[in-house]
């Protein structure tokens, strides 16, 4: 069975980092790309980028291109997020998700879509 | 970024009801578009891909439509399990963007 694994809660003080892990299993994981999601109080969904285990390749959305980091340990099949210079309304929790694809007998893109998904880490800035 | 537009923000229902929920796109996103719920402390749980393709074990009672920049979900015979809050999410173009959401509640 497929499952993502998402390490445990955080409390952290503004302007620190904080990094989340999403551990993979029951698939290979380098074969499909794992997304971020986060999910502030009171917000929606808020995609933040995905990375492609694969190749390292990433690409995040522009909102925190200049605070955000994926990685990945395919020894361990585990993805990462990083965020620095954490603010107040970075409070939330945070998802990794698995990317499906179906595509075409010709390699076209048809659907895509997330599944699964993380149980989701609470990050939480506090002074 | 592609705004996704959800209605209603909340809705009332009592079990055996039939819901519709609405989402739209403020430009065309063919059919890249999922539905999922997200109950608390639970992970968010894929309903409806491509706009209308059921995702394995998910029960009949739901059903996705819609392309280009209307869409809806549509839950027929609710049960009490069914009392969530909906999201659309639409993956043609990154960023990826969400709906606000639609909480749906006895």
């Known amino acids: 069975q497929v499952h993502l694994v998402q390490s445990g809660a955080e409390v952290t003080k503004p302007g620190a980092s904080v990094k989340v892990s999403c551990k993979a299993s029951g698939y290979t994981f380098n074969e499909y790309y794992i997304h971020w999601v986060r999910q502030a109080p009171g917000q929606g969904p808020e995609w933040m980028g995905w990375i492609n285990p694969k190749s390292g390749g990433t690409n995040y959305a522009h909102k925190f291109q200049d605070r955000v980091t994926m990685t990945r340990d395919t020894g361990i099949s585990t993805a990462y997020l990083e965020l620095s210079r954490l603010r107040f309304d970075d409070t939330a929790v945070y998802y990794c998700?698995?990317?499906?694809?179906?595509?075409?007998?010709?390699?076209?893109?048809?659907?895509?879509?997330?599944?699964?998904w993380g149980q989701g880490t609470l990050v939480t800035v506090s002074p | 970024d592609i705004q996704m537009t959800q209605s209603p923000s909340s809705l009332s229902a009592s079990v055996g009801d039939r819901v519709t929920i609405t989402c739209r796109s403020s430009q065309s996103i063919g059919e890249y578009l999922s539905w999922f719920h997200l109950k608390p402390g639970k992970p968010p749980k894929l309903l409806i891909y491509g706009a209308s393709t059921l995702q394995s074990e998910v029960p009949s009672r739901f059903r996705g439509g819609g392309s280009g920049t209307e869409f809806t979900l549509t839950i027929t015979n609710l049960q009490p399990e069914d009392f969530a809050t909906y999201y659309c999410q639409q993956t043609n173009n990154t960023p990826y963007t969400f709906g606000q959401g639609t909480k749906l509640e006895i």
């Open positions: 998700a698995r990317e499906m694809e179906l595509t075409t007998f010709g390699g076209d893109l048809l659907y895509d879509w997330f599944d699964p």
